[in-house]
């Protein structure tokens, strides 16, 4: 069964909802039966990149508020992250586009490393302060997961993958998703934002068991015919 993820590299509680559902995932008895789709999204596609600029400074630009107002909130994530194991760093964390990151998931998913590539760029973007817009960066944590060099440069020096993105981009517009983690189940039930673990797995109970109901496992029916075995019999 597939769960379809939207996110932004940028997005913090994009981080903290991959931990809890993963937390719910592996308390799920058929997990091995779960396909993680993950789908491009972007808060703020306008978003110029910046090194110069503190993530906290962006947020007071962008929300009007004040810088110390913007610490505070941030402070107050990074408790939440804290509680499920992610150690973030806003002090060090690059005001950055995300357009490109996407694209290279969109090739990363072709290998199915789509999941690994969202974890790597996760930590660098939030606690390692690397610039998620580089290209060498990227070719860096692109190689990181096993993807191929040269394809990675091929992506990131050409538009490749630009449709991708902006199809699930506006998939997303489509059935009505304004910010982001948001997770399809099943392409029937949606959890919006980084839910508690018990949330995510009530989701994949209840549309597993729908899913199971229209997709029933069995034995294979056998028409017979001419076979050999491995003891050497042809008939």
């Given at each position: 069964?597939?769960?379809?993820?939207?996110?932004?590299?940028?997005?913090p509680?994009?981080?903290?909802?991959?931990?809890?559902?993963?937390?719910?995932?592996?308390?799920?008895?058929?997990?091995?039966?779960?396909?993680?789709?993950?789908?491009?999204?972007?808060?703020?596609?306008?978003q110029?990149?910046?090194?110069?600029?503190?993530?906290?400074?962006?947020?007071?630009?962008?929300?009007?508020w004040?810088?110390?107002?913007?610490?505070?909130?941030?402070?107050?994530?990074?408790?939440?992250?804290?509680?499920?194991?992610?150690?973030?760093?806003?002090?060090?964390?690059?005001?950055?586009?995300?357009?490109?990151?996407?694209?290279?998931?969109?090739?990363?998913?072709?290998?199915?490393?789509?999941?690994?590539?969202?974890?790597?760029?996760?930590?660098?973007?939030?606690t390692?302060?690397?610039?998620?817009?580089?290209?060498?960066?990227?070719?860096?944590?692109g190689?990181?997961?096993?993807?191929?060099?040269?394809?990675?440069?091929?992506?990131?020096?050409s538009?490749?993958?630009?449709?991708?993105?902006k199809?699930?981009?506006?998939?997303a517009?489509?059935?009505?998703?304004?910010?982001?983690?948001?997770?399809?189940?099943?392409?029937?039930?949606?959890?919006?934002?980084?839910?508690?673990?018990?949330?995510?797995?009530?989701?994949?109970?209840?549309?597993?068991?729908?899913?199971?109901?229209a997709?029933?496992?069995?034995?294979?029916?056998?028409?017979?015919?001419?076979?050999?075995?491995p003891?050497?019999?042809?008939?």
């Amino acid at each position: 069964m597939k769960v379809e993820i939207w996110s932004d590299v940028m997005c913090p509680f994009c981080y903290i909802g991959k931990r809890k559902f993963e937390a719910a995932l592996a308390q799920f008895p058929q997990k091995d039966s779960i396909e993680i789709v993950w789908k491009s999204f972007q808060l703020n596609p306008s978003q110029v990149t910046d090194p110069d600029k503190s993530v906290t400074e962006y947020l007071a630009e962008v929300k009007g508020w004040t810088l110390g107002y913007a610490r505070q909130m941030n402070d107050y994530v990074t408790n939440m992250a804290k509680e499920v194991g992610l150690d973030y760093d806003f002090d060090k964390a690059v005001v950055a586009n995300s357009f490109d990151a996407h694209r290279l998931v969109q090739l990363a998913k072709k290998y199915d490393q789509g999941d690994a590539l969202e974890e790597r760029l996760f930590k660098a973007y939030f606690t390692e302060g690397l610039n998620t817009a580089d290209h060498e960066t990227l070719l860096q944590l692109g190689t990181d997961i096993g993807l191929p060099a040269e394809e990675v440069r091929q992506v990131l020096t050409s538009s490749a993958y630009t449709t991708e993105v902006k199809r699930d981009i506006q998939e997303a517009r489509q059935i009505g998703v304004t910010g982001v983690p948001f997770f399809v189940f099943n392409q029937k039930y949606a959890v919006s934002g980084a839910q508690a673990p018990e949330t995510f797995l009530g989701a994949l109970h209840k549309s597993f068991g729908e899913w199971q109901a229209a997709n029933p496992a069995g034995e294979p029916v056998t028409i017979d015919g001419p076979v050999c075995t491995p003891d050497g019999d042809c008939a």
